[in-house]
């Protein structure tokens, strides 16, 4: 609060009070740090006697959406002076005039004809200059219209779908205060992830954000410093939103925003502010709005019924209520827009693809904003060690937790696997494959203004770990909303033995734009090539196997191989070749994995009723037999969890070949003994540990990032290879991360050797360095306890992630349910460098 102070010639000093709570509190109880202090910028400004005080702009369009109309109103000193404006478009000036004011008041119309357009996809601006004597004013004008035709809100006549993010002003190191640079940042990040739009959650931004929107194109809700959440918890959410006597700090707040930002286009809707319920207050400021600002639309979400604004809000709707909503023939006809949904807490959000497909179905679906964008994490050096802290961490109690960290963005800035999922779940150019062909395409253009011709097509013939053919097409045309067919013209070719095949198709931008650089890739996406040439072959042989008991260990060798099993535990102890141990611990069955924030609401299910990380497998058979060239060891095994009537009844066949090769079968059966148990599981699974020497990670399958079953768009089938510490992700909370889905083979190698695995049916795979045990017990990634191996997950199914931190569960086709299940695989040890040859190597058995 800015205390009144008198003028005095010479040197004087202006003090700032700062009141760290006051009524205003119970408006601003809002989800995030409450950090007290001066946060925005704080400027003294010397007007001259004659000046301008106010210069609303509005930049609107005539009928046709062809003409710009610019309309100026003006507030000076003094109650009658002279000015002149001028208006320029890339340095051409476009018109010029004088106006005269009465009463401290004038109003100017123009008409800039063939006006180029200010939409998220065009953002062009012009520069407005007003001037009186020696004081000048410049504001940035884009023309544009906003209003709602056939029940959709549209953008100069054209329906829009909004692809957004909520954002707060957050800085690790610097609390609520942001640099100009840090906002330039972020709208850059967004716009080269195909994100249009932005929700200034839940107060508004700092100036110069709504500068960057106006220049490089992003649509806005603005929304008020107001959020009453408290009350909710009192269970009298209206206490002060249905209270008269606060109508004038509701009201003021709208309004001051109104008036703050009411010349930037980027900005299509008012939000009066956040979860704070409905009542009379909202009402005032609703009415208070309209009379400021016509030209664009009213958002509050907690008017459920949409009563007085132009849009029905929802926040976290489950697929099937939305498309209820969606399909509503007697609910109120008003768009819908999601104002928040895929909330982006730790590992996740999953299932933004399903939203998407049903925003882009259903005409009353205008898309959605995720929340959010960045995480909350307070930057700590502390003990040696850097982490980010969250609630809780100060001693603090009551607390929320970890629930501040659920951005896009980590707070290194370091772009989630979250964030490379939506931009290809939202990118504006989808490519299908026709039905029945191999080479032709349909391009779906979900772009609102721009055509194809902005883009080129790249394709490439991969085979699985190289390109041999690839190409351009760059002649598409296809207007806004509309398909276009496309034949990819490779070449046939003679396939290589025992290859996969992919086309693989980028579409990327011509020509460098302000946010990106030439060649900037909107969408990528894969196409398996019924191409196959398969051939079997017979396998090597070696020195015949030696299989010999000792006090309960069979040791089946020669020398290449060396394969350990505990008779009585019904274990795989060890491979080793030629002397090295490559394997430390064979596999056994898991359906636990490391607690994801999606899954917190069923933590105390999963673990202290079903108790899902507390496991064990008995004996129930143990047998062997030599035959020519192998050794077969049959065990079969009881998996249960503690105290529970399910569980598997485990069928393991190893088969120790001669050449060095171990053949793992595994048959599971699924028992019900009575009628409890889980909705469904985190996995299901084996789990085997590796020598720790073997850091090098190489695998077949979907890459280069972590991806599960429901969040999995951004990633392609490919050979990849990375450490085995960089196979993981980060978060500031741990839990289970590093996934890969649809493996064929990989490989753990020390630079010399690799430890190869051929699996028969695609599988899911994580390489760690660390237990779950230690995921879940750790609150900040320094506390992650070293594993004395390399940790080894292979996942006939893992469960999707879905965003039920705050939000939709997984859907049912990426939930695990108790079943049976049979995986196999094959392990061998291979010179380093000879995995991809050895991998295409397929035997007779």
């Not at 110069?208 to 806005?220: I, N």
């Not at 009415?287 to 009213?298: G, Q, V």
């Not at 490519?431 to 055509?451: P, S």
């Not at 289970?736 to 490989?747: I, L, P, Q």
Request: hydrophobic letters at 35%; glycine letters at 8%.
């Amino acid at each position: 609060m800015l205390q009144p102070f008198c003028r005095k010639e010479g040197e004087n000093d202006i003090t700032v009070r700062v009141y760290k709570w006051s009524d205003g509190s119970y408006l601003e109880d809002q989800d995030m740090w409450w950090l007290s202090g001066i946060y925005r910028d704080v400027e003294l400004i010397n007007e001259p006697k004659n000046s301008i005080i106010d210069c609303s702009v509005i930049g609107d369009l005539d009928n046709y959406y062809k003409n710009g109309i610019l309309k100026v109103d003006i507030t000076t000193k003094q109650k009658s002076c002279e000015g002149t404006w001028k208006l320029m478009r890339a340095g051409k000036e476009m018109a010029r005039g004088v106006f005269q004011t009465e009463a401290c008041k004038a109003h100017l119309e123009e008409i800039v004809l063939n006006a180029d357009l200010w939409t998220a996809e065009t953002p062009n601006l012009y520069e407005l200059t007003v001037s009186i004597g020696c004081h000048e004013v410049k504001v940035r004008v884009g023309f544009r219209r906003i209003e709602i035709i056939d029940y959709n809100f549209c953008v100069n006549s054209q329906v829009i779908l909004l692809n957004g993010v909520n954002h707060h002003d957050f800085n690790p190191k610097e609390g609520r205060c942001v640099s100009y640079e840090q906002s330039m940042e972020d709208i850059l990040l967004m716009k080269q992830c195909n994100i249009n739009a932005v929700r200034c959650s839940h107060y508004p931004a700092n100036e110069h954000f709504y500068d960057l929107c106006d220049e490089y194109g992003l649509y806005v809700i603005d929304e008020a410093d107001l959020e009453c959440h408290g009350f909710e918890w009192v269970e009298r959410f209206d206490w002060i939103t249905d209270d008269p006597s606060w109508e004038q700090a509701y009201v003021d707040r709208s309004v001051r925003m109104v008036k703050r930002d009411r010349n930037h286009p980027s900005i299509i809707m008012w939000s009066m502010g956040n979860e704070s319920s409905f009542g009379c207050n909202f009402k005032s400021a609703a009415k208070a709005i309209k009379e400021l600002d016509s030209t664009r639309l009213l958002h509050y979400e907690g008017d459920d019924e949409a009563e007085v604004t132009d849009v029905y809000s929802t926040m976290y709707t489950r697929l099937k209520r939305l498309k209820e909503i969606a399909e509503s023939e007697t609910q109120s006809k008003k768009p819908h827009v999601m104002c928040e949904y895929g909330h982006a807490m730790g590992n996740g959000p999953g299932g933004l693809k399903a939203y998407q497909d049903m925003y882009r179905k259903y005409k009353r679906l205008q898309g959605g904003f995720i929340w959010e964008w960045y995480d909350h994490g307070i930057y700590t050096e502390e003990g040696g060690e850097t982490y980010y802290r969250y609630g809780g961490n100060y001693g603090d109690f009551p607390t929320n937790g970890n629930f501040c960290i659920d951005g896009l963005l980590m707070p290194d800035r370091t772009p989630s696997p979250g964030l490379l999922e939506y931009k290809q779940v939202i990118a504006p150019i989808e490519v299908t494959r026709i039905e029945g062909t191999e080479r032709e395409f349909q391009l779906k253009n979900y772009y609102d203004f721009l055509t194809l011709e902005q883009f080129y097509m790249k394709w490439a013939v991969q085979a699985e770990d190289k390109i041999i053919q690839e190409g351009c097409i760059d002649h598409m045309m296809a207007p806004p909303h509309e398909t276009e067919k496309v034949i990819v013209p490779f070449i046939p070719f003679q396939p290589e033995v025992n290859t996969d095949y992919y086309l693989n198709i980028t579409v990327c931008r011509k020509k460098a734009t302000n946010y990106a650089e030439a060649g900037h890739e909107i969408s990528k996406v894969q196409f398996p090539l019924s191409i196959c040439y398969n051939i079997l072959e017979e396998r090597p042989q070696g020195k015949a196997l030696n299989a010999s008991e000792s006090e309960g260990i069979l040791t089946v060798e020669n020398d290449v191989v060396t394969a350990r099993f505990h008779k009585v535990f019904g274990n795989l102890l060890s491979v080793s070749a030629e002397g090295k141990e490559y394997l430390s611990e064979g596999p056994e069955m898991t359906v636990y994995r490391a607690t994801i924030d999606n899954d917190m609401y069923k933590k105390e299910d999963w673990m202290n009723k079903y108790y899902i990380q507390k496991s064990s497998e008995q004996t129930e058979y143990f047998r062997y037999e030599a035959a020519q060239d192998k050794v077969i060891v049959s065990i079969g095994k009881y998996f249960s969890c503690y105290n529970q009537s399910w569980g598997f009844e485990c069928d393991f066949e190893y088969t120790v070949y001669s050449c060095g090769q171990v053949k793992v079968n595994l048959h599971g059966k699924a028992i019900q003994n009575g009628k409890l148990e889980p909705a469904f599981l985190p996995r299901i699974g084996i789990i085997m540990k590796g020598n720790k020497e073997l850091q090098h990670a190489v695998w077949y399958g979907r890459g280069p990032g972590e991806n599960y079953a429901d969040s999995k768009e951004a990633s392609i089938m490919g050979v990849y290879s990375s450490s085995v510490d960089e196979m993981g992700t980060n978060y500031v909370f741990p839990q289970e991360n590093g996934h890969r889905e649809e493996v064929r083979w990989f490989g753990i190698g020390d630079g010399d050797k690799t430890l190869l695995c051929k699996a028969e049916i695609p599988l899911g795979l994580n390489l760690a360095n660390y237990t779950d045990d230690s995921l879940e017990n750790a609150k900040h990634p320094f506390q992650i306890q070293r594993a004395e191996d390399v940790i080894i997950h292979m996942d006939y199914v893992q469960s999707g992630l879905g965003s039920n931190s705050c939000g939709e569960e997984q859907q049912e086709e990426f939930k695990v349910k108790l079943q049976d299940f049979t995986m196999a695989f094959m392990l061998q040890v291979v010179p380093c460098g000879e995995e991809v040859k050895e991998a295409k190597r397929h035997y007779l058995d």
